[in-house]
């Protein structure tokens, strides 16, 4: 794998989860607890300030009830799969 390979992989991974956390309504700071990171390291993995930990791929695949594999592949893959999790139902309030 070269260097502009591994940037495209990481850019994927990091369009995903926004796309991802949007569609289900889950917040940075939620995904962040299930990874066991402050919000802010979150969020600098997600602008791509920081690199994925590859242990933590597990982890947020499972959160998402997604495979390490369908989480890498992209959201229109995933899309495609109909592995899609659940939307946020509208309306629905944060507390």
Avoid: H
């Avoid at 917040?27 to 066991?36: C, I, K, M, N, T």
């Avoid at 300030?49 to 890498?72: M, R």
């Amino acid at each position: 794998m070269t260097a502009g390979e591994g940037e495209t992989l990481e850019a994927t991974l990091n369009e995903t989860l926004r796309l991802l956390m949007t569609r289900t309504g889950r917040r940075q700071v939620d995904v962040a607890e299930a990874l066991g990171v402050t919000r802010a390291s979150l969020s600098q993995r997600l602008l791509g300030n920081s690199s994925w930990k590859v242990n933590d791929l597990p982890k947020v695949a499972d959160y998402f009830g997604l495979t390490v594999s369908e989480l890498l592949s992209g959201y229109a893959a995933i899309a495609s799969a109909k592995r899609l999790p659940p939307a946020k139902a509208e309306g629905q309030t944060r507390i």
